[in-house]
């Protein structure tokens, strides 16, 4: 296991093994998370203080994520992706499409409000900004809200569906074998003696 903190946030992996729901033989890879803390100060008053406890709050929430949550990676004996690994990831990125929704929602929101505002001599325009201001957050809700029931249903990489996202392939192929896994570690093993 290693681990790099930087106050904020805390990255780190653990050998993780899992036992194939398809074929019921073990795999292992190398599980890697990132933890987060977070540090509040108010005009720089007890920031010291603060970004400590936010070091140690994202220590607390790696170690529980390298135990608890895992990494989409295939079955390095059958190719299958595990369904508690399929279904933390739609979990993942059904709240990264709320999270970035919102954003992109509020954003054009906030934009034509304050333009509608300033253009408030100007019936015309003004008026335009107020229904653009409407539009955007009809649009931006509308299409928050799909990909959220995107994520959460149909994202399914067993059979390919990615949909709006992209394949990691990198991480997906990681997983070894019990035969590789072993050799690898006596390997180790042999090098360090
Ligand atoms: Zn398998």
Redesign the pocket.
């Known amino acids: 296991m290693y681990v790099s903190a930087n106050g904020f946030s805390a990255e780190g992996a653990a050998w993780r093994v899992e036992v ?1 729901d ?2 019921g ?1 073990e ?1 292992y890879y190398p599980n890697e998370q990132v933890g987060y803390g977070e540090a509040l100060s108010m005009m720089g008053i007890g920031a010291a203080g603060n970004n400590e406890a936010a070091a140690r709050e994202a220590q607390a929430d790696l170690r529980f994520r390298l135990k608890h949550m895992r990494q989409l990676v295939k ?1 390095a ?2 190719g ?1 992706f595990q369904q508690a690994a399929v279904v933390q990831r739609r979990q993942e990125l059904a709240s990264q499409a709320i999270r970035t929704g919102f954003f992109w929602t509020l954003f054009p929101v906030f934009g034509f409000g304050i333009a509608s505002v300033v253009l408030d001599k100007n019936a015309n325009w003004s008026n335009a900004a107020i229904l653009a201001m409407f539009g955007s957050g009809l649009l931006g809700g509308f299409l928050t809200v799909a990909a959220w029931v995107i994520a959460r249903f149909f994202f399914d990489p067993n059979i390919g569906r990615y949909l709006l996202w992209r394949a990691d392939q990198e991480t997906e192929s990681k997983g070894m074998t019990q035969s590789q896994y072993q050799q690898m570690t006596q390997s180790d093993h042999l090098d360090a003696t």
């Open positions: 194939c398809d074929c033989k795999f079955c004996n059958c299958r």
